[in-house]
Each structure stands twice: as structure tokens, then as C-alpha cells.
T-cell receptor, first 111, second 115 residues
């Protein structure tokens, strides 16, 4: 069975600094997609970044980038130049025929 | 473009009562999902519809939960009778064949508290 593990329940970062959120997953599939979703307090979950497993190049979206290590089944999210608005729950997710989420990491951003 | 609409935002009921949640997906999105998010956990898929047909309901507790999507647009999720462990946020999401696989658009959720 596919599982997604986020070992950091909470993380904190100073504004303008860089933070990395960790995610590992378990699968026997070779073709799949990985995602980071952001869930601000009392607001809807939105997609931050996605990675296709067949692509070796790490995805980047502005201040957000991933470090995808397929052999190690690792998919970390790096947030550069952190902003107060980045404070939220971040969920790592894996998709083949359905989307499976990890337990989330709560990110606090301090001024 | 309007987002995914859900109501009510909050609901408090006593155990053994019933409750219903409503979802209106983004216009044109054929696929609709209901997720259950218990505090401290990630969302768990309850049921997935493609138009008005069920694609996956393997994790839906069918003895108490039911869902329908008449006419392939709006959807209703019902719980009857509710248990304490049903306290959670119920998230509705939608997607279309034009959106990349796994990219879902979520509503703000309906928070259920069962006393």
C-alpha cells in the first residue's frame, strides 16, 4: 500500500530565511505524481508545487522548490525568502489513481 | 471563476443525530471528491465521483455515510447516525480532465463537531 510520511509535525522559520520540509513515501509504482499542498488556517487547501516521477529535474515555482530523490523515495519542499503568508499546514501527497496525503507539517513564520 | 462552494461551514450535533453537507464544484469539473480530515491527520478520501457515477468509495463507512451527485453537478454527503469519531472537517474538491492528475481544487470545508 502506498503511504506518505511527514516526520516533522511543526517547523518554524524567520521571515526572509529558508526552510525545508521533509516527506518520504512508499510505493512499488514507477510512474506517479507528487505534490505539496498548503492549507492556511480556516482557508482552502491549494496546490503549491507538483513533480512527475519520470522527470529527473526538480520542480520550481517562484520561491518554492523541491528536492526529489526517486531512489530514496524522498520529496522535500524548500521555501526560500519565507514570508508571513507562508504560515500554514503543508501536506505532501502522492498520486497514481488517487491522492494520498501525509499527516502534515505546521509551518510558523516569525517576523 | 468561482471556486468550490461548501455549506454549512460549521455544524454541531449530538451523537446519533444526522447531518448533511453540500458541495458545488467548479463549473465544468466532472470529478468530485469528498475527503475527511480528522484533527492532526491528512485528508482521507471518502468517495470520488466521475459525473454522477461513483469511481471509488472503498473508504466510505457505508453503514452510516452516504453520498450522491445527482445530475453530475452538486453533491451531498450525509452521516446518519453520527458518532463521536466523525468529528472532522469534510472537504469537497473537484477536478477536470484538463487539470493535471492529482491537482484538485478544494473548498473551505465543513467542520463537524459531534458531542
Amino acid at each position: 500500500a502506498q503511504t506518505v510520511t511527514q516526520s516533522q509535525p511543526e517547523m518554524s522559520v524567520q521571515e526572509a530565511e529558508t526552510v525545508t520540509l521533509s516527506c518520504t513515501y512508499d510505493t512499488s509504482e514507477s510512474d506517479y505524481y507528487l505534490f505539496w499542498y498548503k492549507q492556511p488556517p480556516s482557508r482552502q487547501m491549494i496546490l503549491v508545487i507538483r513533480q512527475e516521477a519520470y522527470k529527473q529535474q526538480n520542480a520550481t515555482e517562484n520561491r518554492f522548490s523541491v528536492n526529489f530523490q526517486k531512489a530514496a523515495k524522498s520529496f522535500s519542499l524548500k521555501i526560500s525568502d519565507s514570508q508571513l503568508g507562508d504560515a500554514a499546514m503543508y501536506f505532501c501527497a502522492y498520486n497514481t489513481d488517487k491522492l494520498i496525503f501525509g499527516t502534515g507539517t505546521r509551518l510558523q513564520v516569525f517576523p | 471563476e468561482a471556486g468550490v462552494a461548501q455549506s454549512p461551514r460549521y455544524k454541531i450535533i449530538e451523537k446519533r443525530q444526522s447531518v448533511a453537507f453540500w458541495c458545488n464544484p467548479i463549473s465544468g469539473h466532472a470529478t468530485l471528491y469528498w475527503y475527511q480530515q480528522i484533527l492532526g491527520q491528512g485528508p482521507k478520501l471518502l468517495i470520488q465521483f466521475q459525473n454522477n457515477g461513483v469511481v471509488d468509495d472503498s473508504q466510505l463507512p457505508k453503514d452510516r455515510f452516504s453520498a450522491e451527485r445527482l445530475k453530475g453537478v452538486d453533491s451531498t454527503l450525509k452521516i446518519q447516525p453520527a458518532k463521536l469519531e466523525d468529528s472532522a472537517v469534510y472537504l469537497c474538491a473537484s477536478s477536470s480532465e484538463r487539470t493535471p492528475a492529482g491537482e484538485l481544487f478544494f473548498g473551505e470545508g465543513s467542520r463537524l463537531t459531534v458531542l
